[in-house]
T-cell receptor, first 114, second 115 residues
Framework: SQQGEEDPQALSIQEGENATMNCSYK?????LQWYRQNSGRGLVHLILIRSNEREKHSGRLRVTLDTSKKSSSLLITASRAADTASYFC??????????????FGQGTTLQVKP | EAGVAQSPRYKIIEKRQSVAFWCNPI?????LYWYQQILGQGPKLLIQ????????DSQLPKDRFSAERLKGVDSTLKIQPAKLEDSAVYLC?????????????FGQGTRLTVV
């Protein structure tokens, strides 16, 4: 069964605005990762946050993790039309961060209008 | 470095036929995943290998799906017999064994249509 639930399911914004998408999960994790999927393409890793971290930045991306609430958020600042894609959170479970299962949520579809 | 290679890119078969997908992970990557992604949904983990051993196959419909990873490198996923609901994109991904948390690198996927 899928682990994560994301909201919103779909988001439409204007270029230059910020986009925030949320992810909730059910069981304890080793880390949480965000991936992007452009139409008709494979998934590309964006950022990883460990279970003992609360916030992480990478370029225009900011990820937060609240393990007490079992939730994470991805913020994309100053969005561009090229950011139009589906975004998935994925949680790593198991006794080892290398052998644990990588479980994906249902995703948020982001449309950035030029 | 070369990415994860999958073939074929597209496959159309009739229900009850069999089909096989092939994946060549990034060289040296110990972990290999197969996911099923139905249109509009997130990827669903079917099976995970660590080298040539199975780490998790709890979501693999074993009455019709099988997978193997010979010599801990290439992998094949087979469906026999296929059902209409198997129509999906089948994604292969690999991760290195680094001792640190590692991202998964995905192939382009195989789009299967069962008619």
């Amino acid at each position: 069964s899928q682990q994560g639930e994301e909201d919103p399911q779909a988001l439409s914004i204007q270029e230059g605005e910020n986009a925030t998408m949320n992810c909730s999960y059910k069981t304890s994790i080793n880390n949480l990762q965000w991936y992007r999927q452009n139409s008709g393409r494979g998934l590309v890793h964006l950022i990883l946050i460990r279970s003992n971290e609360r916030e992480k930045h990478s370029g225009r991306l900011r990820v937060t993790l609240d393990t007490s609430k079992k939730s994470s958020s991805l913020l994309i600042t100053a969005s561009r039309a090229a950011d139009t894609a589906s975004y998935f959170c994925a949680t790593k479970h198991g006794s080892s961060s290398n052998t644990g299962k990588l479980i994906f949520g249902q995703g948020t579809t982001l449309q950035v209008k030029p | 470095e070369a990415g994860v290679a999958q073939s074929p890119r597209y496959k159309i078969i009739e229900k009850r036929q069999s089909v096989a997908f092939w994946c060549n992970p990034i060289s040296g990557h110990a972990t290999l995943y197969w996911y099923q992604q139905i249109l509009g949904q997130g990827p669903k983990l079917l099976i995970q290998f660590q080298n040539n051993g199975v780490v998790d196959d709890s979501q693999l419909p074993k009455d019709r799906f099988s997978a193997e990873r010979l010599k801990g490198v290439d992998s094949t996923l087979k469906i026999q017999p296929a059902k209409l609901e198997d129509s999906a994109v089948y994604l292969c991904a690999s991760s290195p064994w680094t001792g640190e948390e590692a991202e998964a690198f995905f192939g382009q996927g195989t789009r299967l249509t069962v008619v």
